[in-house]
């Protein structure tokens, strides 16, 4: 009778995959490093990214719109968020972005980014 080996489970397959950007403020008046090869920690080069929550956070004194972009261009929609709020957006069936380095930007300095996601 053949040996059957158990598939890998979901949670040790996240665990082995899964990753949590570094927070990171929106800076200098321009999109900042969030997820790239130069990050702490950093992404994997020759994987591709797959988002499932992304969070911000704005203490600046005013409302402010954040959103992601890669190479310059916006890739999500701004999500408006409150001065002194912060919310939490759920890709539940995944936000592929691909092998590629990903930044934060806001209509404001000091918004706070953090992905959470795998690479595979």
Known sequence: MPLLV???SARAYEKEK????????RAGGVATPLW??????ARTAGKVTTV??????NATGAAVTGWLEVGGEA????????????IVIDFDA????????????????GVNFQIVGMEA
């Open 52 to 57: 499932y929550t992304l969070m911000i956070e």
């Open 36 to 41: 790239t090869t130069g990050t702490d920690p």
């Open 75 to 86: 890739i999500t929609v701004p999500f408006n968020v409150a001065d002194d709020d912060s």
């Open 18 to 25: 899964g990753f949590r950007s570094p927070c990171v403020a």
């Open 6 to 8: 158990p598939p890998i």
């Open 94 to 109: 995944g936000f592929e972005i691909g092998d590629v380095d990903v930044n934060c930007n806001a209509s404001a300095n």
